[in-house]
C-alpha cells in the first residue's frame, strides 16, 4: 500500500509534465536550481566543521529550524502547494490508517522541496565528519527531521483546509498573504539591525531554539560533538516526542477529514444590486470593464497586486533607508504604473474557460480590450497618480515632477497598449480562479517569465522617447526636456495605446476560439 | 475537402429533397446540403466536420441537418464526440475540416453574424463566478449588444424561471451544480436566440426545476424556436424530443425524427443496437453475494 502510493504521486508527477513540454522544462530548471543551492549548502557545511563545533552548531540549528517553519509555513499560506496526494481524495477507498498515513508521508518527499530536504539534512552530517559519533547521529537526526518537516506540513495545511473550506476565508487569506511578501525586505533590514546592535543575538537565538522543538533535532550532534551527553539525549528526546505529538495531531485531523467532506455555509443573497454594471455604460465595451473592475475587487489574484500597491512605497522607503539618499523614491509612479499596466497581460488566462462567454456571445475584439484596458486604468490612473505627486510632496524638487510625471504616463499608457496586444496572442499558466494567488501551476515559470521579460523589454523600447527626454531634463535641470518629455510621453502613450487596442482586437477576433483552447489547458 | 460549398446552402440552386427521409448515418461523405427555393433552411446544417486531437480522431466527418423548429436530441455514450462536435457548430472550437451553416449564415466565415442567431450553453467550461446571479445574466445580455433597459427587463424573468430569484445576489461561485446550470441556461437565453445548443443542460438539476426548464423549452419551440440538446439519458430524450442523432466513435450512426430512429423499439435499445459493446452479465461472477 505504501509503495501504491509512491508510485502515485510518481506517476502523477510523470503525467504532469506529459501535458506541456513547459512544465518539464521548468521542474528541469528548478531541479538545477536546487542541485546548485544544496552543492553550496553541503561545501558550506563541510568547511564549518574545521572551524569550532559552537559555530557549525548555531548555524545547523538556526538554518534547520528555518526550514521547520517553512514546511510548516509555506504549503499553509499558497493553499494546497501540493493537493495530489490530498487525503480527501481516499476518502472511498478503504484504506488502513496506518498505511496511508506513511504512504502520505514518504509520498510528501517524493518531488523537489521533500529531497532538497532530505539532501540537506543528511548533508549536514558533513560538519561532523571529525567527530564519529555526532556523524552518526547526526545521519539518523536527518531522517527524524525530514520526517517531521512532512508531517508538520501536512499537519498546518490540514488544519487550514479545515478552515479554509470557506471560501471568504480562502479569498481573504489569499489577499492578506501578500503583505508579509511585499514587506519582505523592510523585515529583513530589521532582523539585520538587530544583528547589527547586538553581537551574541545569532547565538542567543540558536541556543533558544535549541531547546524548542524546531531546533531540537538540529541541535543532537552538536551538543554530542562538544560533549554534552546529557543535554543531547534530552534533546533528542524533544524532537522525538514533537514528531510522535505531530504525527498523533495529524492522525486526528486525517482522521475526521475523511469522515467529514468540506461543507461551505452559505447566506443566500436576493438580487438588485448590479455594482459596477450600472455605472458603466449599457455597451460591450462597458459590461467587460465592469466585470473586470469587479474581479479587481472580489477575485484574490487581482486583489493581491491591488493591497500591494499602498505596500510597494513602503518596501522602497526602507529599501533605501539604508544608503539615506530617497530620490529614487521620485520614480515610484512610473514603477506602479508598469507593475499594473502589465498586469493585466494574462488577463484572459485569468478568465480560464469562462473565457467561452466571450467567445460564445461573440464580442468583438476592440470591446474585449477597451474593457479591460479601462477597467486596470479605474484603478491604475489614480494610483500612479497619487504615487508619482506623493514623493516630490515629501522630498520636494518639483522642478522634476514634469519628466516624472511624462515617463509615469507614457509607462501606464503603452503599457495598456502592450498587455492589450500580449494577452490576445501569449497565453500562460497563471493560478486558475478559486486559488491562491500565490500558486503557480508547475513549470508554468518558464513560459511566464520569458513572456514577462520580452514584455518589460517591449516596454522600455516604446517608452524610451519620453525616457530619454526625462532623463536628458533631470541630468540638465533644464525645464523644457521635462515638458516635452510629459508631452511626448501622454501624446506617444495615447497613440500606442490605440494601436494595441486595434492591433489585440485584430488578433483576437482571428484566434478567439484558439486563445479558449490555449487557456482551457491550464485545469 | 474541397469540395465543400463555400456558399451558405441557402443561397444553392439545386432542387432536392431534404430532410424527409432520415440522414445517411455514417461518416461517409454526404452531399452538400441544398433546398429549393420554398424548402425551410434548417436551423443547423454541419457538413464532413472533423477534429483531430493528437493522435486521437475526436470527430470523424459529421453531417446533421436540424430542422427549424425541432426539438432535437444528440445522444451517444461518452467520449462519442458530442461536446467537441457541438463546440466546433458554435463557434467555440476550430473544425480540421467541414462547415456549419446556423439559418443559412456560415458559422466559421461570417461567425458574428451566426452567433447572433444561437445561445449556447457550454458543458465543462467555468463561468464567471464572482459576478452574482444576477450580474452574471446581465453581463451576457451587455455583451450581445442588448440595450440596458431591455437587459434590466429579461433578467428578473430569466431568474423567476430558472427559481433563482431568491439567490440573485448571490455569488454563483457559491452556488450549488444545479444552480450553476441553471444560471448558464439563463445567460443563453437573454438576447431571444433563433437557436438553442444545449451541452447536458439537464446535469445536476434537480427534478422539478428540470420539468421547468423543459416547459420552457417546449414553450420556446412551439414559438418557433430550434433546440439541440445533448444527453446520455435516452428515456428524456425520448420523451422530450422530436427529432434525434445517434453519435458514436466520432461519426453519426443515425439521424432522423424520433419514430424513425427507435423504429418501434424504444430509443434506449435501439441506442444499444447501434453502439453495441453490451457485454454479458455473467462477467462478474464473484459479485453476487449470496
Redesign the interface.
Known amino acids: 500500500m505504501v509503495a501504491h502510493l509512491v508510485r502515485l504521486k510518481l506517476t502523477l508527477l510523470r503525467n504532469g509534465f506529459k501535458r506541456s513540454p513547459w512544465q518539464l522544462v521548468g521542474v528541469i530548471l528548478g531541479g538545477l536550481y536546487a542541485i546548485g543551492v544544496l552543492a553550496l549548502l553541503i561545501s558550506g557545511l563541510f568547511f564549518l566543521s574545521y572551524t569550532e563545533p559552537e559555530m557549525a552548531r548555531m548555524v545547523v540549528v538556526l538554518g534547520g529550524s528555518a526550514a521547520f517553519l517553512g514546511w510548516a509555513l509555506i504549503p499553509m499560506m499558497a493553499t494546497g502547494v501540493d493537493m495530489t496526494l490530498d487525503p480527501a481524495r481516499f476518502v472511498t477507498y478503504a484504506v488502513p490508517m496506518r498505511q496511508l498515513l506513511l504512504g502520505l508521508a514518504i509520498g510528501g518527499l517524493v518531488g523537489i522541496p521533500g529531497v532538497v530536504t532530505l539532501v540537506a539534512a543528511l548533508g549536514q552530517a558533513a560538519a561532523w565528519w571529525q567527530h564519529p559519533v555526532a556523524l552518526v547521529a547526526a545521519v539518523l537526526c536527518a531522517v527524524i527531521a525530514t520526517l517531521t518537516c512532512v508531517v508538520l506540513s501536512r499537519v498546518t495545511t490540514s488544519a487550514s483546509t479545515t478552515l479554509a473550506s470557506s471560501?471568504r476565508f480562502k479569498d481573504l487569506s489569499g489577499v492578506i498573504g501578500i503583505i508579509p511578501l511585499v514587506l519582505l525586505g523592510p523585515i529583513m533590514i530589521g532582523i539585520t539591525e538587530g544583528f547589527r546592535s547586538s553581537q551574541d543575538f545569532l547565538p542567543s537565538l540558536a541556543e533558544g531554539l535549541a531547546w524548542s522543538p524546531l531546533g531540537a533535532v538540529w541541535a543532537v550532534p552538536g551538543d554530542l560533538a562538544l560533549g554534552n551527553w546529557g543535554a543531547a539525549a534530552a534533546r533528542l528526546l524533544i524532537a522525538v516526542a514533537f514528531l510522535a505529538v505531530m504525527a498523533w495531531l495529524w492522525k486526528l485531523s486525517l482522521a475526521r477529514a475523511l469522515v467529514t467532506p468540506p461543507y461551505?455555509a452559505?447566506?443566500?443573497?436576493?438580487?438588485?444590486?448590479?455594482?459596477w454594471?450600472s455605472r458603466m455604460p449599457?455597451?460591450?465595451a462597458?459590461?467587460?470593464a465592469?466585470?473586470a473592475l469587479?474581479?479587481w475587487f472580489?477575485?484574490p489574484r487581482y486583489g493581491a497586486s491591488l493591497v500591494s500597491i499602498p505596500l510597494i512605497p513602503v518596501a522602497v522607503f526602507f529599501g533605501l533607508s539604508q544608503t539615506g539618499d530617497f530620490t529614487f523614491m521620485l520614480w515610484l509612479g512610473p514603477m506602479i504604473a508598469f507593475l499594473l499596466s502589465f498586469g493585466i497581460s494574462a488577463d484572459i488566462a485569468y478568465?480560464?474557460?469562462?473565457f467561452?462567454?466571450?467567445?460564445?456571445?461573440?464580442?468583438?475584439g476592440r470591446d474585449d480590450r477597451i474593457g479591460r484596458a479601462v477597467a486596470c486604468a479605474v484603478i491604475a490612473l489614480p494610483a500612479t497618480v497619487v504615487l508619482t505627486v506623493l514623493p516630490f510632496v515629501f522630498i520636494g524638487e518639483w522642478h522634476l515632477l514634469a519628466p516624472v510625471s511624462g515617463v509615469a504616463l507614457g509607462v501606464l499608457l503603452t503599457g495598456l497598449g502592450l498587455s492589450s496586444v500580449v494577452s490576445a496572442r501569449y497565453t500562460y499558466n497563471v493560478p486558475l480562479?478559486?486559488e491562491s494567488p500565490f500558486k503557480t501551476p508547475p513549470g508554468s515559470t518558464a513560459r511566464m517569465m520569458l513572456v514577462q521579460l520580452g514584455g518589460l523589454g517591449v516596454l522600455v523600447l516604446l517608452s524610451l522617447p519620453e525616457l530619454v527626454l526625462a532623463l536628458i531634463g533631470v541630468f540638465t535641470g533644464d525645464a523644457l526636456w521635462g515638458w516635452l518629455a510629459l508631452l511626448v510621453g501622454v501624446v506617444l502613450g495615447a497613440v500606442l495605446l490605440v494601436v494595441g487596442i486595434v492591433l489585440g482586437g485584430r488578433w483576437y477576433d482571428r484566434r478567439a476560439?484558439?486563445l479558449?483552447?490555449a487557456v482551457?489547458k491550464n485545469k | 475537402m474541397s469540395s465543400h460549398p463555400s456558399q451558405p446552402p441557402a443561397q444553392q440552386p439545386d432542387d432536392q429533397n431534404p430532410g424527409q427521409p432520415p440522414v445517411p448515418a455514417g461518416g461517409a461523405q454526404a452531399p452538400a446540403p441544398a433546398y429549393g427555393a420554398q424548402a425551410p433552411v434548417p436551423a443547423l446544417a454541419v457538413r464532413g466536420l472533423a477534429k483531430r486531437f493528437g493522435e486521437k480522431i475526436a470527430v470523424n466527418g459529421v453531417n446533421l441537418d436540424v430542422p427549424a423548429g425541432s426539438f432535437y436530441g444528440l445522444v451517444g455514450p461518452n467520449g462519442a464526440g458530442k461536446t467537441t462536435s457541438l463546440s466546433m457548430a458554435?463557434?467555440?472550437?476550430?473544425p480540421d475540416y467541414g462547415q456549419v451553416w446556423v439559418h443559412g449564415v456560415d458559422v466559421w466565415a461570417e461567425?458574428?453574424k451566426a452567433?447572433?442567431l444561437?445561445g449556447?450553453l457550454?458543458d465543462?467550461?467555468?463561468?464567471?463566478?464572482?459576478?452574482?446571479?444576477?450580474?452574471l445574466v446581465?453581463?451576457?445580455g451587455?455583451?450581445?449588444?442588448m440595450?440596458?433597459e431591455t437587459?434590466a427587463a429579461r433578467?428578473?424573468d430569466l431568474?423567476r424561471a430558472m427559481d433563482l430569484?431568491?439567490?440573485?445576489?448571490?455569488?454563483v461561485?457559491?452556488y450549488s451544480a444545479g444552480m450553476t446550470k441553471k444560471i448558464a441556461l439563463a445567460?443563453a437565453l437573454i438576447h431571444a436566440p433563433k437557436l438553442l445548443v444545449l451541452d447536458e443542460p439537464f446535469e445536476a438539476v434537480d427534478p422539478v426545476s428540470a420539468a421547468n426548464i423543459r416547459d420552457i423549452l417546449h414553450d420556446y419551440v412551439a414559438s418557433g424556436g430550434t433546440v439541440i440538446v445533448s444527453s446520455h439519458v435516452m428515456d428524456l430524450v425520448q420523451r422530450m424530443c422530436d427529432h434525434v442523432a445517434v453519435i458514436a466513435g466520432g461519426n453519426v450512426l443515425a439521424a432522423g425524427t424520433v419514430d424513425e430512429v427507435r423504429a418501434g423499439a424504444s430509443l434506449e435499445e435501439r441506442f444499444v443496437q447501434l453502439v453495441g459493446g453490451r457485454t454479458q452479465a455473467e462477467g462478474l461472477e464473484w459479485l453476487r453475494t449470496s
Do not use: C, W
Not at chain 1, 351 to 354: I, R, S
Not at chain 2, 124 to 135: H, K, M, P, Y
Not at chain 2, 142 to 145: E, I, N, Q, T
Open positions: 471560501r461551505n452559505v447566506s443566500r443573497k436576493a438580487g438588485g444590486k448590479l455594482g454594471f449599457g455597451t460591450p462597458g459590461a467587460v465592469a466585470r469587479i474581479y472580489k477575485d478568465d480560464n474557460t469562462a467561452a462567454l466571450h467567445v460564445s456571445t461573440g464580442v468583438s480562479p478559486g476560439p484558439e479558449l483552447q482551457a | 458554435t463557434g467555440l472550437l476550430r461567425p458574428l452567433k447572433r444561437m449556447v457550454p465543462g467550461v467555468r463561468l464567471f463566478d464572482r459576478l452574482t446571479g444576477e450580474q446581465t453581463y451576457a451587455l455583451l450581445r449588444g440595450d440596458r437587459v433578467v428578473p431568474l430569484a431568491n439567490d440573485a445576489g448571490t455569488l461561485v457559491d445567460t
